[in-house]
């Protein structure tokens, strides 16, 4: 928002330094690809597409370079509605078309995606039978009410057991990659200094001779952080005056 560009503008680095921010591109759906196994999620990210105009043009059945931003928009509103749960109603409120339109959409996203689908459902299934979800590292997530008579709490439920693997397991990669480079600056005894984490954002606080090392010791650290993935991990990076400058 125009509000929350402004509070970025008031985050600014010390003399002779710059605002450093490192961004975990659409790490959810990149896990999401990963525990789902699906061909095609996984195909889009590792030849390097724009996930949302990939799976525009999945759904829609255009050529890559012909889809519209209205069709990329819509796409970015199911990828990161759909893999939580939404429902036909929720993503036509969300993106204000019918509930027909909403409907289609989601068919043609799980017609796009269809071992997205499975992925759901099992996860719900596990969580019914051991109580809890997990991340990829194994951290639970326990889930009293997924076996809930209510409809309403059970369903709340079941969107944890879906959306948890992918949350936590995103937290968890970056609290890796927040040790490892911490360790990292201090060896190299360098005078950058890790100073905020923002859900998948890092940001730093560097001396303007450290840029060129920092830049690429925090890429190739966050980017390398789980190699068993099975889709590449990519970090956009940015620096300038301020945190909206550098974002």
Request: aromatic share 8%; hydrophobic share 40%.
């Given at each position: 928002?125009?509000?929350g560009?402004?509070?970025?503008?008031?985050?600014?680095?010390?003399?002779?330094?710059?605002?450093f921010?490192?961004d975990?591109?659409?790490?959810?759906?990149?896990?999401?690809?990963?525990?789902?196994?699906?061909?095609?999620?996984?195909e889009a990210f590792r030849?390097?597409?724009d996930?949302?105009?990939?799976?525009?043009?999945?759904?829609w059945?255009e050529?890559?370079?012909?889809?519209?931003?209205?069709q990329?928009?819509?796409?970015?509103?199911?990828?990161?509605?759909?893999?939580?749960?939404?429902?036909?109603?929720?993503?036509?409120?969300r993106?204000?078309?019918?509930n027909?339109?909403?409907?289609?959409?989601?068919?043609?996203?799980?017609?796009?995606?269809?071992k997205?689908?499975?992925?759901?459902?099992?996860?719900?299934e596990?969580a019914?039978?051991?109580?809890?979800?997990?991340?990829?590292?194994?951290?639970?997530?326990?889930?009293?009410?997924?076996?809930?008579?209510?409809?309403?709490?059970?369903?709340?439920?079941?969107?944890?057991?879906?959306?948890?693997?992918?949350?936590g397991?995103a937290?968890?990669l970056?609290?890796?990659?927040m040790?490892?480079?911490?360790?990292?600056i201090?060896?190299?005894?360098l005078?950058s200094?890790?100073?905020?984490?923002?859900h998948d954002e890092?940001?730093?606080?560097?001396?303007?001779?450290?840029?060129?090392?920092?830049?690429?010791?925090?890429?190739?650290?966050?980017?390398?952080?789980?190699?068993?993935?099975?889709?590449?991990?990519?970090?956009?990076?940015?620096?300038?005056?301020?945190?909206?400058?550098?974002?």
């Amino acid at each position: 928002t125009d509000d929350g560009k402004e509070i970025r503008k008031c985050f600014i680095p010390e003399p002779g330094c710059e605002f450093f921010s490192a961004d975990y591109s659409q790490i959810e759906l990149r896990i999401m690809a990963h525990l789902s196994e699906d061909e095609n999620m996984m195909e889009a990210f590792r030849k390097g597409f724009d996930i949302h105009r990939a799976t525009a043009a999945k759904i829609w059945h255009e050529d890559i370079e012909n889809v519209t931003d209205t069709q990329r928009k819509k796409a970015k509103q199911a990828n990161f509605g759909i893999i939580y749960g939404i429902t036909t109603y929720g993503l036509a409120q969300r993106m204000d078309i019918p509930n027909g339109e909403a409907k289609e959409l989601i068919d043609g996203y799980f017609n796009t995606f269809p071992k997205v689908k499975a992925y759901m459902e099992r996860a719900k299934e596990e969580a019914r039978q051991k109580g809890y979800a997990e991340t990829i590292f194994h951290r639970r997530r326990y889930l009293a009410d997924i076996n809930s008579r209510n409809a309403t709490v059970r369903g709340f439920a079941e969107r944890n057991a879906i959306n948890a693997p992918l949350q936590g397991s995103a937290a968890d990669l970056i609290k890796i990659a927040m040790i490892r480079l911490d360790e990292a600056i201090r060896q190299r005894g360098l005078q950058s200094r890790m100073i905020l984490q923002v859900h998948d954002e890092l940001n730093f606080n560097v001396p303007f001779a450290e840029l060129e090392e920092m830049t690429e010791l925090v890429r190739t650290t966050m980017e390398s952080i789980y190699p068993s993935l099975l889709v590449p991990l990519e970090v956009s990076i940015g620096h300038g005056p301020t945190w909206l400058a550098a974002h």
